[in-house]
């Protein structure tokens, strides 16, 4: 095809070229050109400015577009010969023009005009109605067809651009001689997010003081990933003095050692030391020339910008940078072996981790994460709530975990309603001030809504009374002066229902003396004693890699221990459900078409009777919905199949008070690996503890278990 030996062309005379620009003129000369339009000066233009200082290969170029093109060209220069469509001067009243339609003229063909005078319509408008009905659901259909493809392509450019020039086009390097006495307190009084055709924020006021910690909060699908998203782009316009970071994505694997690859995330370091190492060489050269003043004043340059950036260097601490990558790696479970590691060896979660450590290491005056603790394990999540907070720039964090909040924010900031809403404290003082006020206004509305009432009967009854006139036009001036009051907002409340599960007489499930490894000679489980009743609430926790996960499939009979028994119940059924159901989800399929898939049979309205808490979004792509959105998608297929459930990742904190209060009202049995400490505090009696190849009973709650973790990491050496 003409358009794939055009893109070879282009790629073979310039290598360099992006792959949207390659793709687009390659596409736009065999195909999207309007007749009208000279592709070749279009061509032209558009490969000047990409060889700018290279204009033989552009020539070359643009000969080689001339033999590829030249049946085409051949071909647009005999259609330029035929009628071509004519804009008319001024408008005409086609019922005073004659038998003969004056457009006629232009080319052969009949004069509906004059065939269809005077004959009346036989058109159906309903039937009219009712197609213009479906075109539109069509269009919009393919409109949020086109945004889903849309935002994948935007993704894949900017993962096209590694994260050295990402990094250094957010933040350049002069920003650190700008940053100085400048204060870094972000105020924008009136900023718009929108995602799509969506509008996320609308007039809202983004307030950020420097050196504060801000969670914010807000219903799953309200748009807060999006707004991290624009601030990390500076699509919201944050003063370019203030470095900016955003934890989206893992890293890409190589061969690069952990411990290498968080020293490279500071770019600035890393750029400053290999200047440092140009201009130590360049001195070495220079000392060995003689003393001619073109020599003694290259020295002079050389050495008054390698002070310089010597000074640089000393701001940002970069002797001290080894030492603190690997404490913040050892932070995130990272061992003394796993630093020396390739990053390509490391499974996604743990590169997230690595992409955690990274962004800790810069220290940007804003750090945005969203969601950090969906990543971690529990004992990860204990050093990082302790770590973060002694940071010493603005954090702005989305979080789910009111444990996590509680330790590391300082202010809480609610999306909503397409604003924010500041409280100062952390997410305790947050509910208890938010629910207080919510108490006042609502308690203010009723008052007045009872006072109009009250207002409003008298002037009704005498108002048309001689005697009380008077009296009710003064209630009704006084009823015009009352404040208009905003309804407060109604609390979405949401509910999770699991069906009753069936008594069964013990034993349900046990394990004996079970051992378990992927290979015989690297055991991971050796000696496991476990007894799941009906009423058993169990919490797992531990390390990444540890086994919990291991083990669970080990009493689902996914695996078969190496020795020990297994002894389960016949009539006993089991549900597990993980984070990694979440990514079994197909993007092109709406929630209400992913419940038809796995339960045909039932009504659409059934269907979208599962999905009441998705309000508008049922018939959204599923590839657009937020990680919470898809949690509740994902979770639904094992509600709906009667079966136990596991909580996962990303849900909000509505949809977890939800799901706590839906198990803790179960009756039956519950084993939960999570690292959320309210949720297991409300949901576990007992917790256990995965670690050296043992799974035993912890002797104590969530937060005697993340001590001990913290003083662990602290007394390493």
């Not at 007749?35 to 080689?64: F, Q, W």
């Not at 900017?158 to 204060?183: C, D, G, T, V, W």
Request: aromatic share 6%.
């Amino acid at each position: 095809m003409a358009s794939i030996e055009i893109a070879e062309e282009i790629r073979s005379i310039f290598p360099g070229t992006e792959e949207l620009i390659v793709q687009y003129l390659s596409g736009y000369l065999v195909d999207d050109a309007g007749e009208e339009e000279d592709i070749l000066l279009v061509a032209n233009d558009i490969l000047d400015s990409l060889g700018m200082n290279h204009p033989d290969d552009v020539k070359r170029l643009m000969t080689r577009l001339r033999d590829i093109l030249a049946e085409q060209l051949n071909a647009r220069a005999r259609n330029s010969g035929r009628p071509k469509l004519m804009k008319l001067d001024k408008v005409m009243d086609m019922s005073k023009v004659g038998a003969m339609s004056n457009t006629i003229g232009l080319g052969e063909g009949v004069d509906l005009e004059s065939i269809n005078k005077g004959k009346a319509s036989r058109v159906d408008v309903k039937k009219l109605e009712k197609q213009e009905a479906k075109l539109k659901a069509k269009i919009e259909k393919r409109a949020r067809r086109d945004l889903y493809e849309g935002s994948k392509l935007l993704d894949q450019h900017r993962k096209q651009q590694n994260y050295e020039e990402m990094f250094m086009k957010i933040n350049p390097l002069e920003a650190a001689n700008a940053a100085k006495n400048k204060s870094k307190d972000i105020h924008l009084p009136s900023i718009d997010v929108n995602f799509g055709s969506n509008r996320i924020l609308s007039g809202a006021s983004l307030t950020l003081a420097y050196g504060r910690r801000y969670g914010l909060i807000g219903r799953n699908g309200v748009g807060k990933s999006t707004l991290l998203k624009h601030i990390a782009m500076r699509e919201v316009p944050i003063p370019a003095h203030i470095t900016i970071l955003f934890v989206e994505q893992e890293i890409v694997g190589d061969d690069t050692t952990a411990l290498d690859s968080v020293l490279k995330a500071d770019v600035w370091r890393d750029h400053l030391l290999k200047e440092e190492a140009s201009l130590n060489a360049r001195l070495a050269t220079l000392e060995k020339e003689g003393d001619d003043k073109r020599f003694e004043d290259a020295r002079e340059e050389a050495s008054s910008r390698l002070a310089d950036v010597h000074a640089r260097l000393s701001d940002m601490d970069a002797e001290s940078g080894p030492s603190r990558a690997a404490t913040l790696l050892a932070g995130l479970g990272f061992s003394e072996a796993d630093q020396s590691k390739p990053t390509r060896t490391f499974s996604g979660g743990w590169r997230m981790r690595l992409a955690l450590a990274r962004a800790l290491f810069v220290k940007p005056a804003l750090l945005l994460l969203d969601e950090p603790s969906n990543h971690i394990d529990l004992n990860a999540l204990a050093w990082l709530e302790d770590y973060l907070q002694t940071w010493p720039g603005t954090l702005l964090v989305v979080s789910h975990d009111r444990a996590f909040l509680d330790a590391v924010a300082t202010d809480i900031v609610h999306q909503h309603s397409g604003r924010l809403d500041y409280y100062k404290g952390n997410f305790t003082q947050f509910y208890s001030t938010k629910s207080e006020r919510d108490r006042n206004m609502r308690k203010e509305y009723e008052t007045q809504m009872d006072y109009r009432k009250h207002l409003q009967a008298f002037i009704d009854k005498w108002r048309y009374n001689a005697a009380r006139a008077s009296q009710a036009q003064m209630r009704i001036k006084m009823l015009e002066k009352l404040p208009e009051l905003e309804p407060p907002e109604e609390e979405e409340g949401e509910t999770f229902k699991f069906p009753d599960a069936e008594k069964i007489s013990p034993p349900l499930l046990q394990l004996s003396e079970v051992t378990f490894g992927y290979m015989p000679e690297n055991l991971l489980l050796q000696g496991i004693n476990i007894d799941v009743g009906l009423d058993s609430r169990i919490a797992i926790v531990g390390a990444n890699g540890a086994g919990k996960s291991t083990l669970i499939k080990l009493l689902t009979a996914e695996l078969r221990p190496l020795s020990g028994d297994l002894n389960r119940n016949g009539r006993l059924r089991i549900g597990y459900f993980s984070q990694h159901h979440v990514d079994t989800l197909d993007p092109a399929m709406s929630p209400v078409q992913f419940l038809a898939s796995k339960f045909p049979g039932k009504t659409e309205q059934e269907y979208r009777g599962h999905l009441v808490c998705f309000k508008d979004n049922r018939l959204q792509l599923i590839g657009t919905l937020s990680g919470g959105q898809k949690s509740r998608v994902a979770g639904l297929r094992f509600m709906i199949a009667a079966e136990i459930y596991q909580p996962t990742n990303h849900l909000d904190i509505e949809g977890l008070d939800a799901l706590m209060a839906a198990l803790s009202s179960w009756n039956g049995g519950v084993i939960v690996i999570s690292h959320d400490e309210r949720f297991i505090t409300t949901v576990a009696k007992e917790l256990w503890v995965c670690a050296d190849h043992a799974v035993s009973k912890f002797k104590g709650d969530v937060q005697a278990y993340k001590s001990i973790i913290v003083n662990n990491i602290k007394a390493r050496p």
